[in-house]
């Protein structure tokens, strides 16, 4: 890969740290008038996901990191692995550990297209599209007539996540949930 | 995608800037300091190997001829006291390439000052008198720091004596850096990193700071004297507000062959950098030789101090097109 200098610092470009593929989040000159300029940055670990702070020297460089975003459909679980396969028509499967798929377990549905980062053509995460509709499976009996009034309960989808839905909504109903904030947006 | 051709900051900022702009010049015109306005290109570049010149070509009266975009306007302004100009100030554009973030933009206005007769003391005074002019009912103490003294309350350490293998550790540290990152580098780089990542941003803060007595080896065109502990230091201010870098000023360098000396060393380090080196400007230095007054000046960023007066987070807020968007 190439190496790329704090002056080609851009969020969202994937690079190496410590051993692991980051992606950077911000990059801010630090200069006194007079002396060393540096660049504080900030990145994510696209393996932990947590973000952390970084200075650089300004102009240091560091190596790119080979990470790609690639849509593939949710296909089945062995238990150990999750399986999936690439929509662009080759059929090609990736099999993703459950370290990588993370809190994403939680929204998985076959034939929803995922985002799944692969960083040296190992799948490293997988990001659930924005909206997802899933089916209740388990939740107190809906009451009649309630769909203006506040007030919520739980309901277990058919993936296994726990949502609080209006009280008006009844087992068998699908919905449509936010992944990203794991809330209830409408009946679907 | 639709080209986003509009203004960095809202019209009002601007007519706020205007009349912050008019309060400099009211500020200097009741000073009897003379408003001068120098070229933002010159034959000579600066040569601190820290700043990044830009520089262009033009068709002179001597033919094709590489001329430089001023960093700051000192040495234009430096010829000018040399000519018998008396105070002087200019609210002038500058430039420093690659310098874009919150709290910088390549082209940017510094409004820099010089003061025959000052003492670098009578110069703090009227610097932070101008600036709590611009600030809105500004209440805050002036509180004065030395340098040594800052490492010593916020890093418990001696700036001036603490070995090089200890600095380096800590400010790899404290600095966030990658460990082993500042494996090669000087004491210079070190000091700045702890100044700017631990100290900096300590500063200013429910008061006006200034920092003087910074290290001799910090001193570009400023004089040296030896501090109340007999270290030689650099004879230099620095003005800091909301952690923010506002102003750097100097008992003026008079001493034309010390200068030259200077900018070679300048020179040199950027050779040892593998940067390029950059034309030494022979006319100041002409200048320095011919004989110029003693006393101090100062260079304030004023878009910085427009921002902080105005409450803005960046400082493209305050500027009609930042160059991300020029």
């Known amino acids: 890969m190439a190496n790329y200098s704090t002056n080609e610092f851009k969020g969202g470009l994937k690079v190496m740290l410590d051993g692991d593929p980051c992606s950077i989040v911000e990059n801010e000159l630090v200069k006194p008038g007079k002396g060393q300029a540096f660049n504080r940055v900030k990145l994510r670990n696209l393996m932990t996901g947590r973000v952390g702070e970084r200075t650089f020297k300004s102009g240091d460089s560091l190596e790119g990191a080979d990470v790609m975003d690639l849509e593939m459909e949710y296909l089945y679980t062995d238990g150990d692995m999750w399986h999936f396969m690439k929509t662009d028509g080759s059929f090609e499967q990736y099999a993703v550990e459950k370290k990588a798929l993370g809190d994403t377990e939680k929204w998985l549905k076959e034939q929803v297209p995922y985002t ?4 040296n053509d ?16 388990e939740t107190d009996p809906g009451l ?3 769909t203006a009034q506040g007030g919520s309960k739980p309901a277990t989808l058919s993936s296994g ?16 949930i936010d992944t990203r904030s794991g809330e209830y947006v409408s009946r679907a | 995608m639709a080209i986003d051709w ?4 809202e019209i009002a900022t601007l007519r706020e800037r205007a009349r912050l702009l008019a309060c400099v010049r009211a500020f200097f015109a009741a000073r009897d300091v003379l408003e001068v306005e120098t070229p933002v290109l010159g034959q000579g570049g600066s040569t601190d190997v820290h700043l990044v010149s830009l520089a262009t070509q ?46 910088h933009n390549i082209e940017f206005t510094m409004l820099e000052w010089y003061r025959p007769g000052f003492t670098l003391a009578e110069l703090i005074e009227e610097a932070t008198t101008l600036v709590a002019a611009l600030m809105p009912s500004f209440a805050k103490p002036v509180v004065n720091y030395r340098y040594r003294e800052l490492f010593h309350t916020r890093l418990a350490i001696d700036p001036f004596t603490i070995s090089l293998e200890k600095l380096r550790g800590l400010a790899a540290e404290r600095g966030q850096m990658l460990a082993g990152a500042l494996a090669k580098e000087s004491r210079e780089t070190c000091l700045d990193l702890l100044m700017s990542m631990v100290i900096e941003p300590t500063l200013g803060r429910g008061e006006l700071s ?38 750097n000023g100097y008992h003026e360098l008079t001493d034309a062959s010390e200068q030259r000396a200077r900018f070679k060393e300048d020179n040199t380090e950027r050779r040892r950098l593998g940067l390029p080196e950059v034309d030494i400007d022979e006319r100041l230095l002409a200048a320095l030789e011919h004989g110029m007054p003693e006393g101090a000046g100062v260079a304030l960023g004023i878009d910085r101090l427009i921002q902080l007066a105005l409450g803005k987070p960046r400082l493209k807020d305050v500027l009609a097109f930042a160059t991300p968007n020029c």
Do not use: C
């Not at chain 2, 040495?75 to 420093?96: D, V």
């Open chain 1, 161 to 176: 996540a726990v949502v609080r839905v209006p009280l008006f909504i009844n087992q068998g109903e699908v919905l449509k």
């Open chain 2, 210 to 247: 200034v920092v003087m007595d910074y290290p001799a080896s910090q001193a570009a065109l400023a004089r040296r004297h030896q501090d109340a502990d007999g270290e030689w230091v650099a004879s230099r201010f620095e003005l800091y507000l909301e952690g923010i870098e506002l102003a």
């Open chain 2, 58 to 103: 033009a068709r002179t009266d001597k033919g094709q001829r590489r001329l430089w975009l001023q960093t700051s306007p000192e040495f234009h302004m430096k010829r000018l006291l040399a000519a018998g100009s008396g105070p002087i100030f200019q609210l002038a554009r500058s430039f420093r390439d690659g310098e874009i973030g919150s709290r």
């Open chain 1, 116 to 119: 799944i980062t692969l960083w």
């Open chain 2, 6 to 9: 509009r203004p960095s900051a």
């Open chain 1, 144 to 146: 009649k007539g309630d």
């Open chain 1, 122 to 137: 190992k799948a490293i995460s997988v990001t659930p599209p924005n909206f997802i509709e899933l089916e209740v499976v």
